[in-house]
């Protein structure tokens, strides 16, 4: 009889170890395990899309030393978003030794009520980049809404130091422009 009760006691403290045992990893579980939800995130997805007129081309014949021209271009969102937009004029000569900078963009205006205002006046290069923007600053763009069109202008000026070498030669402009959506975070196309 002596040898029944001793197996039940030596049961006992194991039965108490496992239930602690137990205790002490279901405690631990829900220590290191919680869930939680998140408010309602919204993803929405658009179209970024601009079109480009151009009313008249750059073409000038018989530039002169410190003459002149000027092109007009409208942009219109096409696409469902709301965009800001920058761009560059780009070009080259018919004789690639020849020295693009002999160009100058004098001014960029917008038109507005039918008026054009001037929007940067900073004289720009061949190939630097422009904002559409109230005061030409990537600081305060223009936000062109879904369906609306802008109108703007660059004066282009042919140095008056240009020498005889680029006399019967042509010069190809090209208009380059960007957009990206107003979001925060949103970022201008690396090429364009």
Do not use: C
């Not at 690639?96 to 038109?111: N, Q, Y």
């Not at 202008?153 to 008056?160: A, D, F, I, Y």
């Not at 240009?162 to 959506?181: G, I, K, P, W």
């Amino acid at each position: 009889m002596n040898i029944q009760n001793t197996s039940k006691k030596s049961y006992k403290p194991l039965l108490i170890l496992s239930l602690f045992v137990i205790f002490v990893i279901s405690t631990t579980t829900a220590y290191f395990t919680n869930s939680s939800q998140s408010d309602e995130n919204v993803f929405t997805s658009g179209d970024l899309k601009i079109e480009v007129t151009q009313d008249n081309v750059l073409s000038v014949q018989n530039w002169f030393p410190g003459s002149e021209h000027s092109m007009e271009f409208s942009m219109t969102n096409t696409g469902s978003m709301t965009e800001y937009a920058k761009g560059y004029l780009g070009g080259i000569w018919s004789s690639e030794e020849l020295d693009t900078s002999v160009f100058e963009i004098t001014k960029l205006e917008r038109k507005v009520n039918d008026e054009w205002l001037v929007i940067n006046s900073t004289g720009l290069n061949i190939g630097d980049e422009f904002y559409l923007s109230a005061d030409g600053s990537e600081l305060n763009l223009l936000e062109l809404i879904p369906g609306a069109r802008e109108d703007f202008k660059l004066t282009t000026k042919l140095s008056e130091t240009t020498e005889d070498q680029y006399q019967n030669e042509f010069f190809s402009a090209s208009l380059h422009l960007a957009a990206r959506q107003i979001d925060d975070g949103a970022e201008w196309p690396v090429n364009y």
